[in-house]
């Protein structure tokens, strides 16, 4: 039988897939970084974000996203991201669904107090169940460039280190981009540096993250870059919530944005 924690995860997890889809997004509130520590056995993590982002061309977009991760085992998790957009622009509002995305986590090396690194390792596998022609419809090609109607493959590697009260975490990832039907993409090379700062306050933790990835579209010139500051504020030890600004370094990038979630753990 069922417990009545599993039968959530799995209503949760069946409805996200369902109504919504992902792009491949980071913990909370990161644009790209992971952390290298998993969740315990039986753990889960619930997340939910409110995103937007200016881009040049005058084009919005707002992104709901849904993020659940269990622990299936101490060191191995399993997560799923569900998002949704709206797009608004000189051509009007629209929505667009993304792409599911699944990631599977695998800690290797756990952090301990004489050595506080976690090494871990991330698959990524995007699936191609975007709303391609809402896609196709947006003012700037950008705004939802993983929308190719084929599947994704990538691989992260995962570092964090504690020099407290910073926490540092460091990531290089390569994906494996599906082309699709008369056209040829780049696979991408990512990268993420991004560090937890442990203020006086013990509730409030200050964040920042450069990120950045190769363009899969081979006729972009430049390459996506974004920096992002922002705060965590842990209500209770179930709770946090965040809140950011991001600045785009580079002409792919979106101008500005800025994000508000919270996390639920149970």
């Known amino acids: 039988m069922i417990d009545g924690r599993m039968a959530l995860i799995w209503v949760v997890v069946a409805s996200a897939i369902v109504w919504t889809a992902a792009s491949a997004q980071a913990e909370r509130p990161f644009v790209a970084a992971e952390r290298g ?41 399993f997560e799923v991201e569900a998002p949704y957009f709206l797009v608004t622009g000189p051509g009007g509002t629209q ?37 391609e022609s809402g896609a196709a419809g947006t003012a700037n090609p950008t705004v939802n460039a993983a929308c190719t109607g084929e599947t994704d493959l990538g691989f992260i590697g995962i570092a964090t280190k504690e020099f407290l009260p910073v926490t540092v975490h460091l990531n290089i990832g390569y994906t494996f981009v599906g082309n ?20 006086v306050l013990p509730a409030i933790v ?17 390459n996506p870059l974004t920096l992002l500051v922002g705060v965590m504020y842990r209500m209770n030890r179930r709770v946090n919530l965040d809140g950011s600004l991001t600045a785009g370094l580079t002409s792919p990038s979106p101008d500005y944005g800025a994000s508000l979630g919270v996390s639920y753990s149970f």
């Open 37 to 77: 520590p998993t969740l315990e056995h039986g753990m889960s993590r619930l997340e939910f974000g409110v995103e937007s982002a200016r881009f040049s061309s005058q084009t919005t977009r707002y992104t709901l996203m849904t993020e659940l991760t269990y622990g299936l085992l101490d060191h191995l998790n």
């Open 95 to 131: 929505g667009v669904v993304g792409d599911v995305t699944l990631r599977p986590k695998v800690l290797f090396l756990k952090g301990r107090e004489a050595n506080p690194l976690s090494l871990a390792g991330e698959v990524v596998l995007k699936f191609p169940s975007c709303d």
């Open 180 to 199: 699709p039907p008369g056209q040829t993409l780049d696979n991408v090379i990512s990268y993420a540096l991004a560090f937890e700062y442990g203020t």
């Open 206 to 222: 200050l964040v920042g993250e450069l990120a950045g990835e190769t363009d899969r579209n081979p006729r972009v010139g430049d």
